[in-house]
């Protein structure tokens, strides 16, 4: 492979670039008034951990790894779409655990039924061992950016 048509850093970028446009073009999405791909993925996310746990701000902070200001925003548009409450909790109110409303349960079906087509499609003829191998490559690159960060 020559050095020069190896950027990983475009290559990623244009990866995310395609499945955002894969995820957003989903008829179920296209259907749902201002759910962006983000709050599609924050959303089924908070679906499967709201049922085993109280869920906050800074566990969609962790898991997305992004910054504070930026979940604030996300959650703070998804509670006004009436997907989301937020409700201090009784032993300390600076805590505010997220609850799922009933339309976030629906959308939420909607939304993990698309997932899992895109989640095959992107695997599709990809055999377990090359997945494996890119997953140790994905975290590889993961501890490098994150070592970037930490300096």
Same mark, same amino acid.
């Given at each position: 492979m020559e050095e020069n048509k190896v950027i990983v850093a475009r290559d990623i970028k244009c990866l995310s670039n395609l499945l955002r446009r894969v995820h957003c073009s989903s008829p179920? &999405?296209?259907?749902?008034?201002? &759910?962006?791909? @983000?709050? =599609?993925?924050? &959303?089924?996310y908070l679906r499967r951990e709201c049922e085993k746990r109280d869920v906050f701000q800074? $566990?969609?902070? !962790?898991?997305?790894? @992004?910054r504070r200001s930026t979940a604030s925003e996300i959650l703070k548009l998804m509670e006004k779409n009436g997907l989301i409450t937020r409700q201090p909790l009784e032993s300390d109110a600076r805590l505010k655990k997220i609850i799922l409303t009933d339309k976030a @349960?629906?959308? =939420?079906?909607?939304?993990?039924?698309?997932? /899992?087509?895109?989640? #095959?499609? &992107? /695997?599709?003829?990809?055999?377990?061992? #090359?997945?494996?191998?890119?997953?140790?490559?994905? $975290?590889?690159? /993961? !501890?490098?950016? !994150?070592? @970037?960060? !930490?300096?």
């Open positions: 179920f &999405l296209k259907e749902c008034e201002n &759910l962006t791909g @983000m709050h =599609s993925y924050v &959303l089924g800074k $566990d969609v902070e !962790a898991v997305f790894e @992004m @349960m629906e959308v =939420s079906r909607g939304v993990e039924k698309s997932f /899992k087509e895109t989640e #095959e499609k &992107l /695997k599709e003829g990809i055999t377990p061992e #090359e997945l494996e191998n890119f997953y140790v490559v994905y $975290d590889k690159i /993961k !501890a490098n950016l !994150a070592n @970037m960060l !930490a300096k």
